[in-house]
């Protein structure tokens, strides 16, 4: 049985392993690591020719069946690192049993879970590695029955899989290969204690891979109780910046924020904006297509299908702008993002680099702007000194040409660009009844006989009547 740590231990332990600083250059080809030659030739026809430096530097290690710890900044490539190893061992297999997954990926959103769905079904499928996702806020009966048909690898969110498991929908004991992905954010949405429940009923000789773009707080407790002997490779520190992207802070008035946030959002390229609230997201998204920028909304409170829908409309360019509290800040690309605004700044450093990271990804450039208004500089400084970064700051006002020059921001144009709602089909007129004689009573029928009045029967009647039945 794991035995528990406290947080002080499972921190002193996480600081004694051998960390593996990732090479950047010189990196083998992806036959070279080991991955069997049908996946190699799956990936070529995806265009996927050359590994990342965490991928190079992972999938040997889980090739060979050891537990894993990665380490490396958003858009580094880790949902390969591990999906590539997990198919290939995987492949070598029988066939799932119904209910009874044989891989496990679990992620703390939705988003994310799509996300790794998206990026690994294709190549299972080529190998004929079946892959399901399953998780909160989509239909529940179609995951079931995948799972009585057998699923070889299971992305799941923690909530969802545990309700399929009450169910007896899903199995975990057959599980061989468990992965937790951005295991500090499950940490700080506060799902350790269901992930450390799901582990519990997973195979205690299985392998399990931890990967992350940050691994520090609680998760040390989950490497020390459920991790053997893993290896520990890290591409970037904790705090780093990706290279490829700048940062600059502008200060501006509360009253011109939002004239200067609607000239940035009305840059050329796809541009992402972070607000705090979902209700905020809402207004912003409205109060930008009211000036002549099309944006969407994407947050907590909209159900699945309208996520989707705004995902893909920003994916294609119908929409390049996209206003989002943090539940996108984790779990979602896009290429070409240019530009990441923090409008509202956010509740942390950490927040600031996974908001941060949804643009440069992959090697390409990115600009981030965070803005500021004078009551909230004390607290920005201290998160931009959490998160390692030395951003430059200026004063700006709307129309500043600093502005311009940095985001390519320009005046909206004013048009209404904000959705038309549809219109609801009108209503059939209703047919006039017709109307009855004077002379005619609602009691009267035709022919000129009056009905019956029928005896009561409401409250009491038939005591009533028995009554005078026994007098």
């Given at each position: 049985?794991?035995?528990q740590?406290?947080?002080?231990?499972?921190?002193s332990?996480w600081?004694?392993?051998?960390?593996?600083v990732v090479?950047?250059?010189?990196?083998?080809?992806?036959?070279?690591?080991g991955?069997?030659?049908?996946?190699?030739?799956?990936l070529?026809?995806?265009?996927?020719?050359?590994?990342?430096p965490?991928?190079?530097a992972?999938?040997?290690?889980?090739l060979?069946?050891?537990?894993?710890?990665?380490?490396?900044?958003?858009?580094?490539?880790?949902?390969?690192?591990?999906?590539?190893p997990?198919?290939?061992?995987?492949?070598?297999?029988?066939?799932?049993a119904?209910?009874?997954?044989?891989?496990?990926?679990?992620?703390?959103?939705r988003?994310?879970?799509?996300?790794?769905?998206?990026?690994?079904?294709?190549?299972?499928?080529?190998?004929?590695?079946?892959?399901?996702?399953?998780?909160g806020?989509?239909?529940?009966?179609?995951?079931?029955?995948?799972?009585?048909?057998?699923?070889?690898?299971?992305?799941?969110?923690?909530?969802?899989?545990?309700?399929?498991?009450?169910?007896r929908?899903c199995?975990?004991?057959?599980?061989?290969?468990?992965v937790?992905?951005?295991?500090?954010?499950?940490?700080?949405?506060?799902?350790?204690?269901?992930?450390?429940?799901?582990?519990?009923?997973t195979?205690?000789?299985?392998?399990?891979?931890?990967?992350?773009?940050?691994?520090?707080?609680d998760?040390?407790?989950?490497?020390?109780?459920y991790?053997?002997d893993?290896?520990?490779h890290?591409v970037?520190s904790?705090?780093?910046?990706v290279?490829?992207?700048?940062?600059?802070?502008?200060?501006?008035?509360?009253?011109?924020?939002f004239?200067?946030?609607?000239?940035?959002?009305?840059?050329?390229g796809?541009s992402?904006?972070f607000?705090?609230?979902?209700?905020?997201?809402?207004?912003?998204?409205?109060?930008?297509?009211r000036?002549g920028?099309a944006?969407?909304a994407?947050?907590?409170g909209?159900?699945?299908?309208?996520?989707?829908?705004?995902?893909?409309?920003?994916?294609?360019?119908?929409?390049?702008?996209?206003?989002?509290?943090?539940?996108?800040?984790?779990?979602?690309?896009v290429?070409?993002?240019?530009?990441?605004?923090?409008?509202?700044?956010?509740?942390?450093?950490?927040?600031?680099?996974?908001?941060?990271?949804?643009?440069?990804?992959?090697?390409?450039?990115?600009?981030?702007v965070?803005?500021?208004?004078p009551?909230?500089?004390?607290?920005?400084?201290?998160?931009?000194?959490?998160?390692?970064v030395?951003?430059?700051?200026?004063?700006?006002v709307?129309?500043?040409?600093?502005?311009?020059?940095?985001?390519?921001?320009?005046?909206?144009?004013?048009?209404?660009?904000?959705?038309?709602?549809?219109?609801?089909?009108?209503?059939?007129?209703?047919t006039?009844r017709?109307s009855?004689?004077?002379?005619q009573?609602?009691r009267?029928?035709p022919?000129?006989?009056?009905?019956?009045?029928?005896?009561?029967?409401?409250?009491?009647?038939?005591?009533?009547?028995?009554?005078?039945?026994?007098r």
């Amino acid at each position: 049985m794991p035995r528990q740590l406290d947080h002080a231990r499972a921190r002193s332990r996480w600081d004694d392993l051998p960390v593996q600083v990732v090479p950047t250059e010189n990196l083998p080809g992806f036959r070279q690591l080991g991955l069997p030659a049908g996946l190699v030739s799956a990936l070529l026809r995806a265009g996927i020719e050359a590994p990342f430096p965490i991928q190079a530097a992972t999938i040997p290690d889980i090739l060979a069946g050891r537990d894993l710890l990665g380490r490396a900044a958003t858009g580094a490539g880790k949902t390969l690192a591990f999906g590539l190893p997990l198919i290939a061992r995987l492949d070598a297999g029988q066939n799932a049993a119904p209910r009874r997954p044989r891989g496990l990926v679990l992620v703390p959103t939705r988003e994310l879970a799509m996300q790794v769905t998206d990026a690994i079904s294709p190549l299972a499928q080529a190998r004929g590695v079946s892959v399901r996702l399953v998780a909160g806020g989509l239909p529940i009966g179609k995951q079931i029955s995948a799972l009585e048909r057998g699923v070889d690898i299971l992305v799941a969110t923690p909530g969802r899989l545990v309700d399929l498991i009450e169910r007896r929908a899903c199995s975990l004991s057959d599980i061989e290969m468990t992965v937790l992905d951005e295991a500090d954010h499950m940490a700080d949405l506060g799902f350790l204690p269901v992930v450390r429940r799901l582990l519990d009923l997973t195979p205690g000789d299985g392998q399990r891979l931890l990967f992350s773009a940050t691994l520090d707080g609680d998760v040390g407790t989950l490497v020390d109780r459920y991790l053997t002997d893993p290896a520990v490779h890290a591409v970037s520190s904790a705090q780093a910046a990706v290279d490829t992207m700048s940062h600059h802070v502008f200060r501006t008035a509360h009253e011109s924020k939002f004239s200067v946030v609607a000239e940035i959002a009305g840059r050329p390229g796809r541009s992402l904006l972070f607000v705090r609230t979902k209700h905020g997201a809402e207004r912003l998204a409205k109060q930008l297509g009211r000036v002549g920028v099309a944006a969407g909304a994407l947050h907590g409170g909209r159900t699945q299908a309208q996520r989707n829908r705004a995902l893909e409309a920003f994916r294609d360019g119908s929409i390049p702008v996209l206003v989002a509290t943090d539940v996108a800040a984790r779990g979602i690309h896009v290429d070409d993002v240019s530009l990441v605004l923090h409008v509202d700044p956010p509740q942390d450093g950490k927040d600031y680099l996974h908001r941060s990271g949804r643009t440069a990804r992959a090697g390409e450039s990115g600009l981030v702007v965070l803005l500021v208004t004078p009551d909230q500089e004390r607290t920005t400084r201290r998160l931009l000194t959490d998160a390692g970064v030395r951003p430059e700051q200026r004063d700006v006002v709307p129309g500043d040409a600093v502005v311009a020059k940095i985001t390519g921001g320009r005046r909206p144009s004013g048009e209404d660009l904000r959705p038309v709602a549809p219109q609801r089909p009108a209503r059939p007129a209703r047919t006039a009844r017709p109307s009855r004689p004077a002379h005619q009573s609602a009691r009267s029928v035709p022919g000129g006989q009056r009905q019956a009045r029928r005896p009561y029967r409401g409250k009491g009647a038939g005591k009533a009547t028995g009554r005078a039945a026994a007098r």
